[in-house]
């Protein structure tokens, strides 16, 4: 649910589940150009899966196809081909040699009714709604003869991965991290899409169909088959990462210092400290902090500004201040079958904000490290490689969350397993080793959630 691609509908047509562009921007037809075919007892040599890199293209299509036609209804007609009228809906109408500008005012004001509501937005991260992505086909109604238009939704579920919703058990970071980078990451490129139906298949073949040439492509039905795709998603869990040092969460303790102090310094000193609008032009509310904008400490009214909360650079600070705050999908409730409508209508109620203060309790940290006569304070430079004492598992889960978050870039790039390399400990895991005890080796093997669907492709 994270990654989300997502097309506007408002409340009326939210509740038709036909937003009215919709209806005259996609028309094609899976009939009278071969129709789909089930087969059975195929050979597996003859078959090619629908790959995560394939069904992406296709979102992307769908995406762009939609983006076009507001444009030439809204901006411009050259995003229909010259001499054709703006409600013909036929696919070939429309002119692909046009570029999306996504960031000209014009197109961006007139795309704006793509992008996630602000309210539901995570992280501020303005995202098209993947939940209104639809494939539009035509089909003969057997009763009347006449051709009926049929809505599909194209996006994956991808909480599909979330197998167990009870809020007793605790979290599955691995299933988590599936649902993050399953469908996105390219390691998983040529891995089956899963949490896509046979409707979505349809729509899929039929694009691919169009896209092919009108090639005769015979779709499979098929599930899982080890001998012919990775049956399970596998991996051995890098817990190295688990271990905090003292100097890692005193720089986690410094970003959220230094955060907090940018904040201040935005609302009483200069608007630098804050980015106040998007790369779309957007006015961002709350603004985003500026880390580009260098603090001078020494500065009077830089200090005038921190006096009620003692701040210095080193971290000797009051500790009540450096509180934590950040977001997280509750995935469990959304994936819980009962909430299937209401991730469709508003998914606001899945992002949990939490506020926490991680400064350590001091007390438990100098009983670790205290040497006698010597004085020691948590800022200061000695035992930086030590593993950090005195803080709990909530605040650990909140630096592993921070250590996500900006390493985000650097887990797009990776070439190996994501889900391997960035698991979250659970309470437990956490636990043990603090207590000392030998840290082996997590092995994950989770099994592929849905079926599968095959097709040919003959010329």
Not at 86 to 95: D, G, V
Not at 324 to 350: G, I
Request: charged share 25%.
């Amino acid at each position: 649910m994270q990654s989300f691609l997502y097309i506007w509908v408002s409340s009326m047509q939210r509740a038709l589940a036909i937003p009215y562009f919709l209806l005259i921007l996609i028309k094609t037809s899976c009939l009278g150009q071969g129709s789909v075919e089930y087969l059975s007892g195929y050979s597996s040599t003859q078959a090619k899966v629908i790959t995560n890199a394939e069904y992406r293209e296709f979102i992307t299509w769908v995406r762009d196809s939609i983006a076009r036609r507001i444009l030439a209804e809204e901006v411009s007609i050259r995003f229909v081909k010259a001499g054709q009228q703006i409600p013909n809906t036929e696919l070939e109408k429309l002119n692909w040699k046009v570029p999306i500008k996504w960031n000209v005012d014009a197109q961006r004001q007139a795309l704006d009714q793509m992008f996630i509501s602000e309210h539901e937005r995570f992280y501020q991260r303005k995202r098209i709604d993947a939940h209104k992505l639809y494939w539009v086909q035509s089909n003969p109604c057997e009763s009347t003869g006449q051709r009926e238009k049929e809505y599909i939704a194209v996006y994956p579920d991808t909480l599909c991965w979330i197998t167990d919703t009870s809020q007793s058990n605790h979290i599955n970071y691995v299933q988590e991290n599936l649902v993050k980078y399953y469908f996105w990451h390219r390691y998983f490129d040529n891995y089956p899409v899963q949490g896509i139906s046979q409707e979505q298949a349809q729509a899929f073949i039929c694009w691919k169909r169009k896209r092919e040439g009108n090639k005769t492509i015979k779709m499979l039905d098929g599930e899982n088959n080890a001998a012919t795709i990775k049956d399970h998603v596998k991996g051995s869990v890098d817990t190295g990462f688990w271990k905090i040092s003292n100097a890692e969460y005193k720089a986690f303790c410094s970003w959220v210092r230094d955060s907090l102090a940018r904040r201040i310094l935005g609302d009483n000193l200069s608007e630098d400290y804050l980015i106040m609008q998007d790369k779309f032009g957007d006015e961002i509310d709350p603004p985003k902090l500026n880390w580009k904008k260098k603090i001078d400490w020494s500065d009077e009214e830089t200090r005038r500004c921190f006096q009620q909360y003692n701040f210095q650079q080193s971290l000797k600070v009051i500790s009540k201040y450096l509180n934590f705050e950040y977001c997280w999908l509750d995935m469990r409730s959304a994936a819980h079958p009962t909430n299937k409508e209401q991730r469709h209508k508003d998914r606001s109620v899945f992002i949990i904000k939490d506020l926490l203060a991680i400064y350590p309790d001091t007390i438990q940290w100098l009983k670790e490290y205290n040497v006698a006569g010597e004085t020691m304070r948590f800022w200061d430079g000695k035992h930086n490689t030590n593993v950090i004492a005195g803080i709990t598992y909530p605040q650990a889960r909140a630096f592993y969350i921070w250590k996500l978050l900006r390493e985000g870039q650097k887990i797009k790039r990776l070439k190996t397993n994501p889900i391997a390399y960035f698991v979250i400990p659970s309470k437990e895991q956490w636990q043990e080793m603090n207590d000392g005890a030998d840290q082996k080796a997590v092995i994950f093997r989770e099994p592929i959630p849905r079926k599968v669907y095959y097709y040919t492709l003959n010329p």
